[in-house]
């Protein structure tokens, strides 16, 4: 059962113009996600996060926005960087209900094409 | 800031083998998890620790697997016998994790071992 669903394995920007992954989720219970970054051969790395209290945070040239009715979040980077070029999770926890468990969706990996 | 450090990176073993898994968190950091993270796949947690108690291992093959973290600090995780199907990335991390309702941060993830089980 994938409640994290990110339904674009892959996707390729022009450098400069805007990158926008999609994330769905299912369980009502998720009240927090988080964007991951990973390149090859490391962890993922912290990007930025929302709480469900919100439906946009910006952080730099990252934007998420949340749409809950919806079950859905996007993540904006813009202007695209050759930088960006990496592997995207989205993730998502109940800390609500005191679960600090993440639940990873399958990865985006983006392509910014100089 | 030092990060989360694993070891070791690589591990190539034959199956029925057994195999373990080190990881150091980032100092003060009170939860613990470790995820395995199958080739095309999003991390799956696995265990997940505060201070040196459980508190999910709903996902982990116990039959297995098995894992601690004495003095709620480092961890290990322990495979035996292991299987083709290990074949992943296994990845440890650590948050702040404050509390139920309180400020509890994201989780910070070490580089990871790469498991090949042949």
């Known amino acids: 059962d994938q409640q994290v669903k990110q339904n674009s394995p892959s996707l390729s920007v022009q450098e400069g113009r805007i990158s926008i992954l999609n994330c769905d989720y299912t369980n009502s219970m998720f009240d927090y996600f988080l964007w991951y970054k990973k390149y090859p051969a490391e962890g993922p790395t912290f990007l930025i996060s929302i709480s469900s209290i919100k439906d946009k945070n910006e952080d730099g040239r990252f934007t998420v926005f949340l749409n809950k009715s919806a079950k859905h979040l996007s993540l904006h980077i813009v202007p695209s960087q050759p930088g960006d070029s990496a592997v995207y999770f989205c993730?998502?926890?109940?800390?609500?209900?005191?679960?600090?468990?993440?639940?990873f969706g399958t990865g985006t990996r983006l392509t910014i094409i100089p | 800031e030092a990060g989360v450090a694993q070891s070791p990176r690589y591990k190539i073993i034959e199956k029925r083998q057994s195999v373990a898994f080190w990881c150091n968190p980032i100092s003060g950091h009170a939860t613990l998890y470790w995820y395995q993270q199958i080739l095309g796949q999003g991390p799956k947690l696995l265990i997940q620790f505060q201070n040196n108690g459980v508190v999910d291992d709903s996902q982990l093959p116990k039959d297995r697997f098995s894992a601690e973290r004495l003095k709620g600090v480092d961890s290990t995780l322990k495979i035996q016998p292991a299987k083709l199907e290990d074949s992943a990335v296994y990845l440890c991390a650590s948050s702040l994790a404050v509390g139920k309702r309180g400020g509890s941060t994201e989780a910070f993830f070490g580089q990871g071992t790469r498991l090949t089980v042949v």
């Open positions: 993730a998502a926890s109940a800390r609500h209900f005191g679960n600090e468990k993440l639940t």
